[in-house]
């Protein structure tokens, strides 16, 4: 059995602790942590934040958010009240250059692990990286954890990391993506490299093209604001979906060293063929959602949930065609596709096989259709690798494909640790494997550069498409001109 490294006494101060991201995710993950036995007796979680709050008034916003967002069977009242006595607030404006840190000072064991989680806009990392410095609360043992996007373009992106590493060095930063730490995930490096037939199929030989999908039923919701300054391809596509390329297309590393792991990330960014401006508009494709229906029910456009009345030129969709130069993935497209409003929540790749080079059954026996194997993220976590077979039964033969498929859920019995209650211990046990390196986060800004400068300089908006729909229209000509089309599972 592989041994599990404990959890050290740690000191966890949440920046923005009575905004949504805290009360939705990150308290939720701690107390699962604690109900589970992971947080040893001692740790404090310290809530910071401008508003003017007391322990037991933050505490019962902790309650409220708990209450609403851990699921009723998991809520031990008895469990809750101790959890909560681990929680503590400051009432402190981080950002402020003349606040006052004494009452996080005096809370604070000099001895422990701190993890200092910026649950805020990114512009407020640097300050806050440079008041936690002059109030002398940055030892050995810190870790600070920065929420994406980092920055909006290669430019701000390097001003954020230059600002933060001044304060903190680079082993010592942690910049989550929430899917890096999916069980799915991070059972894309067991499939890789612990299956013989998975890795000697894992080249141009065998696999015609690569689909990565992040679809989402809800629309901007409360970030409207924030959204509409950033888009799909900067809040989604240069993020989360580049760094699920990056798993799938990764060499061997020579261990599983966080910085090992990640070196061997860097290299497929920087393998990827940069998309010149004359070929942008035939290889990326840009949406906004229209008014529709979604589940059944009427939805608005962009704009009503902007509450604008003149046009935004924000992407709400985007689809676009990537290539690595690489000779395991020559001529092997990665189609990658996001947007808001679909018709159904679904994360997930697919990795497409070849066809076979001609079939020895007649045509009676059924339509040809190549393997293919499909990596399920969410909402139910998993993986099914369609195979041709036999339709059981005498009269003939007919070919159909089956599904060998493993649902996680069913096939270990357990309930899945959320991707934040994973990432925040391995934070606080200093395991950076699932963490985004500096050089990542540049590497992914300097290859979407050229896609945003197209994009700012041009005539055509957005692409529109009605809420509910698969996007426009022109998504389903980027793949379907190579003679491929998306996985129809998912739509």
Same mark, same amino acid.
């Given at each position: 059995?592989? $041994? ?60 409220? =958010? ?27 404006? =981080? ?225 676009? $065609? ?31 096989? $070849? ?34 077979? $036999? ?66 300089? =041009? ?33």
């Amino acid at each position: 059995m592989a $041994k599990i490294i404990p959890v050290p006494i740690f000191d966890c101060v949440v920046f923005g602790a009575t905004g949504d991201l805290t009360l939705r995710k990150l308290l939720p993950a701690l107390y699962y942590r604690y109900r589970d036995g992971q947080m040893p007796a001692g740790a404090r979680i310290v809530g910071a934040a401008r508003s003017v709050l007391s322990d037991d008034g933050y505490r019962e916003k902790a309650r409220q =958010a708990l209450e609403e967002h851990v699921l009723p069977d998991d809520l031990d009242p008895a469990m809750l009240q101790r959890f909560l006595g681990c929680v503590h607030y400051v009432a402190i404006d =981080a950002a402020s250059d003349g606040a006052d840190w004494s009452g996080l000072r005096l809370l604070l064991d000099p001895a422990r692990v701190r993890v200092f989680y910026l649950a805020t806009a990114p512009y407020l990392y640097g300050s806050i990286c440079r008041n936690l410095a002059a109030a002398k609360l940055v030892t050995q043992q810190s870790r600070v954890v920065l929420e994406k996007p980092i920055g909006r373009d290669l430019a701000s992106a390097k001003e954020i990391n230059d600002s933060v590493g001044a304060v903190f060095a680079e082993a010592q930063t942690y910049r989550i993506d929430h899917f890096l730490g999916k069980e799915t995930v991070q059972n894309l490096l067991a499939l890789r490299f612990a299956n013989t037939i998975f890795e000697r199929l894992w080249t141009s030989d065998a696999i015609d093209h690569v689909q990565i999908t992040v679809a989402e039923t809800v629309g901007v919701e409360g970030r409207a604001g924030y959204y509409d300054t950033s888009g799909a391809l900067r809040d989604m596509l240069q993020n989360h979906l580049l760094q699920l390329l990056c798993l799938i297309a990764m060499e061997p590393p020579v261990s599983l060293d966080a910085d090992r792991v990640r070196d061997e990330k860097l290299k497929v960014l920087r393998a990827l063929a940069p998309i010149p401006a004359h070929r942008i508009a035939a290889c990326t494709v840009r949406g906004q959602y229209g008014a529709g229906a979604v589940n059944g029910q009427p939805v608005g456009a962009y704009l009503a949930d902007l509450g604008a009345s003149e046009p935004s030129g924000t992407e709400t969709f985007v689809a676009l $065609k990537a290539e690595l130069q690489t000779w395991r993935w020559a001529n092997v497209p990665f189609y990658l596709r996001t947007g808001k409003r679909m018709p159904r929540k679904v994360s997930e790749i697919v990795v497409q096989f $070849k066809d076979r080079p001609f079939s020895l059954f007649p045509a009676s026996a059924g339509a040809r259709q190549p393997n293919r194997l499909v990596i399920r993220l969410q909402p139910e976590e998993g993986m099914r690798l369609d195979v041709m077979t $036999k339709d059981p039964g005498p009269g003939g033969l007919r070919l159909s494909p089956t599904g060998l498929d493993i649902r996680f859920d069913t096939a270990f019995g357990i309930r899945f640790p959320d991707a934040y209650e994973r990432l925040l211990m391995d934070c606080v046990r200093g395991d950076a494997t699932l963490f985004m390196r500096r050089d990542e986060v540049e590497a992914a800004w300097t290859w979407v550069a050229p896609i945003l400068e197209a994009w700012s300089t =041009a005539v055509e908006p957005p692409r529109p498409y009605a809420a509910g729909s698969w996007g426009p229209t022109a998504s389903i000509a980027l793949i379907e001109r190579d003679g491929r089309t998306w996985n129809e599972d998912a739509t």
